[in-house]
Nanobody, 114 residues
Framework: QVQLVESGGGLVQPGGSLRLSCAAS????????MAWYRQAPGKERELVAG???????NYADSVKGRFIISRDNAKNTVYLQMNSLKPEDTAVYYC????????WGQGTQVTVSS
């Protein structure tokens, strides 16, 4: 069983930045494909960004050019740098890891509001 723990959410003004972190509880983290999802009230959970075990990345069109996903395998951690935040980025952000099975974190709230 892998535990994923997100941190870094909070309240930020439009145009601001936040960095989310997701720490995994066990070794072999480098073998996991990792991703960030988000779910806004009344909406389905959607993929924000993903990073493969080999380091390839992909992004939702809505965040391209603003968000950057990265990983530090030595720290068992994946990051989501979010810049130029918009009110429509407000959501609970979830970390997902997949290798042999799929694991989810508990989520962290991001609120973009003036």
């Amino acid at each position: 069983q892998v535990q994923l723990v997100e941190s870094g959410g909070g309240l930020v003004q439009p145009g601001g930045s936040l960095r989310l972190s997701c720490a995994a509880s066990r070794a072999n983290f480098g073998r996991y494909n990792m991703a960030w999802y988000r779910q806004a009230p009344g909406k389905e959970r959607e993929l924000v960004a993903g990073i493969s075990s080999g380091g390839s990345t992909n992004y939702a069109d809505s965040v391209k050019g603003r968000f950057i996903i990265s990983r530090d395998n030595a720290k068992n951690t994946v990051y989501l740098q979010m810049n130029s935040l918009k009110p429509e980025d407000t959501a609970v952000y979830y970390c997902k890891g997949s290798w042999l099975s799929v694991y989810w974190g508990q989520g962290t709230q991001v609120t973009v509001s003036s």
